[in-house]
Antibody, heavy 120, light 111 residues
């Protein structure tokens, strides 16, 4: 079955970086974009950006420009999201999702989420 | 403040019908971009409920339906069940922001 499996929870200090992985299976990895969405505790969903797995083009949310990098490794069907200069308000559950925001198909497959806690 | 506006909460008794609105603007829903809906049960990842304004992925009961008109989208749930108690989010694309936008979410309580 189609699924996205993410790496485990992380605890980081302010100013550090975190890199979350997302391994895809059950479909042709290069046929779909991968988006990243985060959710702070008790809050709504926030789009972070997406990457075209086909050509590595990226589109990042303006508020994260300069701090986030999304990459893929097609040899292992894995997507990565790195966030740098972490702050306490980056504490959230991070989801990788199949699809791009402008697609008429929506964001159709979600990873299980990775909890990132930023605390001194 | 979310770009797409949803009511914070709605409620209904089992068997009733509820609707959740999603109001955007001329740079997102009104520009012709699709509205999608997601359901998030407590402690779980969101799941796609409605895509392309009114289409249901396989496995989603036909009690759930979506529509779009002008700068707004709407999710309707008929025959409410206790298991429908969840947070619901709308999503679209915004050309001014060149990115994805979500509504703030609506908590559905089944009385």
């Amino acid at each position: 079955q189609v699924q996205l499996v993410q790496s485990g929870a992380e605890v980081k200090k302010p100013g550090a970086s975190v890199k979350v992985s997302c391994k895809a299976s059950g479909y042709t990895f290069t046929s779909y974009d991968i988006s990243w969405v985060r959710q702070a505790p008790g809050q709504g969903l926030e789009w972070m950006g997406w990457i075209s797995v086909y050509n590595d083009n990226t589109n990042y949310a303006q508020k994260l420009q300069g701090r986030v990098t999304m990459t893929t490794d097609t040899s292992t069907s894995t997507a990565y999201m790195e966030l740098r200069s972490l702050r306490s308000d980056d504490t959230a559950v991070y989801y990788c999702v199949r699809g791009a925001g402008s697609s008429p198909l929506g964001l159709d497959v979600w990873g299980q989420g990775t909890t990132v806690t930023v605390s001194s | 403040q979310s770009v797409l506006t949803q009511p914070p909460s709605v409620s209904g008794a089992p068997g009733q019908r509820v609707t959740i609105s999603c109001t955007g603007s001329s740079s997102n829903i009104g520009a012709g971009y699709d509205v999608h809906w997601y359901q998030q049960l407590p402690g779980t990842a969101p799941r796609l409920l409605i895509y392309g304004n009114s289409n249901r992925p396989s496995g989603v009961p036909d009690r759930f339906s979506g529509s779009k008109s002008g700068t707004s989208g709407s999710l309707a749930i008929t025959g409410l069940q206790a298991e429908d108690e969840a947070d619901y989010y709308c999503q679209s694309y915004d050309s001014s922001l060149s990115g994805v936008v979500f509504g703030g979410g609506t908590k559905l309580t089944v009385l």
